[in-house]
């Protein structure tokens, strides 16, 4: 282990190490703090200029009540549940199909296809925004929840089949010559075989990509227009223009934006940590 | 008993399994890519018909100072991003003990990581806010008046990428970690019997062994850090007066607010290039590792 482990016998070193840690931790969490006192200060503190101090009174129930009663959040909020969850469904299942074909048949141009997907996967998606957005437009698409969840599942197909593609190949090859030589189909292969090994991979990339779609941004502005579809990234930049100095409004906001990704993580951090480690050193 | 239908079923069973998925990446995906570049050879408002003009989108592009300045933002995010990677490795050095707490600790250091942009973009932009931010206290105690960083055209880049860097360096702790815990303890020994010790052990023993892990990690910020817009849009909207902006988001104001789609994709045609650097630099190292393992 690097670096070299504090013997647990070293009592008040490792005290003052974690102490250490907990410093650096605090000025790295900085920014987060500072956003959830911001989210329980009245607005005559804010007023006031009372950013960092202790605030003069807590009006947490007033602040958050006020997100859902005086803006949109809980329809923008609605509306990234309606996009993200089929879009993480869609790319599950078709990410699982890709991945064992290419892992387990080799045809001509599998290469190349897999460089496809990796070139594809590594591009910053700006390069896309014209021909989709007028894709979406052709297709009747544009401003409908389906612009979004077309778009995501089509872009994250890439990641996600490469993911797929090494955890399938990572699996023992005498699974599959056992199952060749009883004469199952590749269907078969792919139901009784793949799809139970494949779980604890389904499992982290389920956290990824839904962190990855709920966080989107740039799509959501450049693909719908309309409050009744927009998601709430999109939705919490528009709050900043009509509440523009309300700041403990838009910090309440800002955390009730973030929470299902931050609550995914933190249920799940085992899968999410090794899906990401996973994703990016093989792929 | 399989019958010839069943047989030829399943001959096509990888190819229709293939099928949806590559239909989707190469129709909305692929496609598009070629396209953008299609269209940075016309002249198009979005809606009429676009008129062939050659490369007259890309000469206009090399006298457009606004271009040069989104290239030049662009360079200065790639170089600070390349902090992210030390800094990544130092934080992964610091929690890398095991003592009680230390997993909550490290969770709470991959917070960052899962926070939208545009969370983070609102935080920052009101870490600088010029009369009451954290800054301006910090100026404040020596007395000083803090500069508006955000309406700053020298600074205002730097501000951004700043607060940027922050997820990012959540990113390679991440990566960083996991490569730590592949050390191979064998050699590490056999260093600390030769007396390696602090910087000398990094630089000769660990580092060493960290290199597939830092390649990727410096791949996976350029990355991030071509792809840098969320962020942009809402700390500055690219302003004051262009000077944050970069290729990305001045593709997308000359599209979408100047309905001028062929030199957008012009611009975009233009990112696509650097990238593809990357990526043919990312797929040669890849597959030399993949042939050498």
């Not at chain 1, 703090?33 to 005559?44: E, G, K, L």
């Not at chain 1, 892992?103 to 014209?130: C, D, E, W």
């Not at chain 2, 939208?116 to 000083?144: E, Q």
Request: charged share 10%; hydrophobic share 55%; proline share 5%.
């Amino acid at each position: 282990m690097y670096p070299k482990p504090i013997p647990p016998s070293h009592r008040t070193s490792r005290i003052l190490y974690m102490t250490g840690v907990w410093a650096v931790l605090a000025i790295w969490l900085l920014p987060v703090a500072a956003i959830i006192m911001t989210s329980f200060r009245t607005f005559d503190d804010i007023m006031a200029g009372n950013y960092w101090g202790w605030p003069t009174k807590f009006n947490i129930l007033e602040n958050y009540a006020a997100i859902f009663q005086h803006t949109d959040m809980l329809v923008y909020f609605r509306n990234s549940l309606i996009i993200t969850i089929p879009s993480v469904v869609l790319v599950l299942a078709l990410s699982t199909m890709t991945g064992f074909v290419l892992s387990r048949h080799k045809f001509v141009g599998s290469t190349l296809l897999f460089a496809a997907f990796i070139a594809g996967n590594f591009m910053p998606y700006q390069v896309f925004m014209i021909p989709v957005r007028d894709l979406m437009v052709s297709l009747g698409l544009y401003d409908t929840y389906g612009a979004l969840i077309l778009f995501h599942v089509s872009f994250q197909l890439g990641f996600a089949t490469l993911f797929m593609r090494n955890f399938i190949a990572a699996l023992p090859g005498e699974l599959f010559q056992a199952a060749r030589a009883e004469g199952a189909s590749p269907m078969q292969i792919l139901r009784i075989i793949v799809v139970p090994l494949v779980r604890p991979a389904l499992a982290a990339l389920a956290i990824l990509l839904f962190t990855f779609i709920w966080n989107d941004y740039f799509w959501a502005i450049v693909l719908t227009q309309t409050d009744a579809v927009k998601p709430v990234t999109a939705g919490l930049a528009n709050l900043r223009g009509e509440w523009v100095s309300a700041w403990n409004v838009i910090s309440a906001a800002t955390l009730f934006v973030a929470i299902p990704p931050v609550l995914m993580f933190f249920l799940m951090q085992k899968h999410f940590v090794s899906g990401l480690t996973m994703g990016a050193v093989k792929g | 008993m399989t019958t010839p239908r069943q047989k030829m079923l399943e001959r096509w069973t990888p190819a229709l399994l293939l099928a949806p998925g590559l239909i989707l990446f190469f129709g909305v995906i692929v496609f598009s890519a070629f396209r953008t570049f299609w269209i940075s050879l016309h002249e198009w408002d979005g809606f009429g018909t676009a008129v062939y003009v050659g490369l007259a989108n890309y000469r206009e592009l090399w006298t457009d100072p606004q271009f040069w300045m989104s290239l030049k933002n662009n360079a200065i995010w790639l170089v600070v991003f390349l902090l992210a990677p030390p800094l990544g490795l130092a934080i992964a050095l610091l929690v890398n003990q095991k003592i009680a707490g230390m997993r909550f600790a490290k969770s709470l250091f991959f917070m960052p990581l899962v926070l939208s942009l545009v969370t983070v973009g609102v935080i920052f932009s009101w870490f600088y806010d010029p009369t009451f931010g954290i800054l301006a206290k910090i100026f404040g105690l020596f007395g000083a008046e803090a500069p508006a960083l955000l309406s700053s055209e020298r600074y205002v880049t730097f501000a951004v990428v700043f607060a940027g860097l922050w997820p990012q360096v959540a990113f390679c702790l991440v990566l960083f970690l996991a490569g730590l815990n592949n050390l191979d303890s064998e050699i590490i020994g056999a260093g600390r019997v030769d007396n390696a010790r602090g910087w000398q052990m990094l630089r000769h023993v660990v580092l060493p062994q960290l290199k597939q892990v830092s390649f990727i990690a410096i791949a996976i910020s350029m990355i991030g850090a071509l792809r840098s817009f969320d962020i942009i849009s809402v700390m500055t909207s690219g302003g004051p007066f262009g000077s944050s902006s970069v290729l990305a988001y001045q593709m997308y104001e000359e599209s979408l607010f100047s309905y001028r789609y062929g030199y957008g994709a012009a611009i975009a045609t233009v990112l696509f290039a650097i990238m593809l650097i990357f990526i043919v630099w990312y797929l040669a190292n890849l597959l030399k590792n993949e042939n050498g393992a």
